[in-house]
């Protein structure tokens, strides 16, 4: 299992250009151009896969889907952003622990709670920012 990537906030329009291939993706999410994302989240990227299974209804690892950034990617534009962090500030610790109990997990319920508090928080600025979101595991 992969633990490169990461959450990455940013504006809809640099969303927009990375999905048509105007905004070179490699350069823009190491930091590695002039332009890059407002915030990179990483701390949650090694328990991706529970993620992905526990929080699917909040889509907080992406309402969308795409190739066209390698390997794995989802996304969410602005609007979407608002209704996960509504979704992920209600989530209650219990609820969490509860979906961890029919995931498939290598992680501790622990280590994915953890990793649920920090996303909770990178949502909340994200929405705040009006940003929108990237996830990526490469």
């Known amino acids: 299992m992969s633990t490169e990537g990461g959450f990455y906030a940013l504006s809809d329009e640099q969303l927009k250009r990375l999905l048509a291939g105007d905004l070179p993706y490699v350069a823009f999410l190491q930091a590695g151009g002039g332009e890059k994302p407002r915030e990179t989240h990483t701390d949650a990227i090694q328990v991706w896969y529970e993620l992905s299974q526990v929080l699917q209804g909040e ?7 795409t190739d066209k950034i390698p390997t794995m990617v989802g996304y969410s534009y602005s609007p ?22 029919g ?36």
């Open 59 to 65: 889509a907080a690892c992406g309402a969308e889907q």
């Open 80 to 101: 979407q952003v608002q209704a996960t962090a509504t979704k992920l500030a209600a989530l209650a610790d219990a609820e969490i622990r509860t979906r961890c109990e």
């Open 103 to 138: 995931a498939l997990m290598e992680a501790t319920p622990d280590q994915v709670l953890a990793a649920v508090q920090g996303l909770k928080a990178f949502y909340q600025r994200a929405a705040q920012n009006k940003d929108a979101v990237l996830f990526r595991v490469a």
